[in-house]
Antibody, heavy 122, light 113 residues
Framework: EVQLVESGGGVVQPGGSLRLSCTAS????????LHWVRQVPGKGLEWVSL????????FYADSVKGRFTISHDKSTSSLYLQMHSLRSDDTAVYYC???????????????WGQGTMVTVSS | DVILTQSPLSLPVALGQPASISCNSS???????????LTWFQQRPGQSPRRLIY???QRDSGVPDRFSGSGSGTDFTLRISRVEADDVGVYHC??????????FGQGTRLDIK
């Protein structure tokens, strides 16, 4: 069974940093792209970042470019999102999402994790 | 960036009645391969989104056939033929044709009248 489990959320002060993790099981990170998507509670979904299976394609939303870094560790089947210079408008639930393929193809999401909450507040 | 506009944003429906949600795109979602990469997700209260429909009309396994997707170009629709209590939640459309960025509609909240 394909599963994604996020962790690392919490409360952080404005300007602070946090690293989110997503542990994948039931598939190989080599074969599928993974995304981070966030959602302010009660609001819509916002795509944050993409990392292809071979690591050659990395993209960010303009709202996080230069502050967030996506990476993975295939030895532990983990996806990461390193977040710096956090702002109040980064407060959201962050989801790890699996794509149905990898590479320069239109993304199609299939499996979502349960999400981890990030709160940026003083 | 492609803007997806969903309507209505709130949809009260009586049990057993049909429901329809529209997703309008600011650009045609037809990709160079002829496919429109428009996906629908259901998000029940307190849960993560779950995919219902991909490539406009391909229903996921385990999704009741009460759910159907249609449309082309810039106009897409999710239909529920007979609403059940289990359908309460927020429905999101998403496009992957023109990326990055991947964009979503605002979400439509369905509840029981």
């Amino acid at each position: 069974e394909v599963q994604l489990v996020e962790s690392g959320g919490g409360v952080v002060q404005p300007g602070g940093s946090l690293r989110l993790s997503c542990t994948a099981s039931g598939f190989s990170l080599d074969d599928f792209a993974l995304h981070w998507v966030r959602q302010v509670p009660g609001k819509g979904l916002e795509w944050v970042s993409l990392l292809s299976g071979d690591g050659s394609l990395i993209f960010y939303a303009d709202s996080v470019k230069g502050r967030f870094t996506i990476s993975h560790d295939k030895s532990t089947s983990s996806l990461y999102l390193q977040m710096h210079s956090l702002r109040s408008d980064d407060t959201a639930v962050y989801y790890c999402v699996k794509d149905v393929r990898s590479g320069w193809y239109p993304p199609i999401f299939d499996v979502w994790g349960q999400g981890t909450m990030v709160t940026v507040s003083s | 960036d492609v803007i997806l506009t969903q309507s209505p944003l709130s949809l009260p429906v009586a049990l057993g009645q049909p429901a329809s949600i529209s997703c309008n795109s600011s650009q045609s979602l037809v990709y160079s391969d002829g496919i429109s990469y428009l996906t629908w997700f259901q998000q029940r209260p307190g849960q993560s989104p779950r995919r219902l429909i991909y490539k406009v009309s391909q229903r996921d396994s385990g999704v009741p056939d009460r759910f159907s997707g249609s449309g082309s170009g810039t106009d897409f629709t999710l239909r529920i033929s007979r609403v059940e209590a289990d359908d309460v939640g927020v429905y999101h459309c998403m496009q992957g044709t023109h990326w990055p960025p991947i964009t979503f509609g605002q979400g439509t909240r369905l509840d029981i009248k």
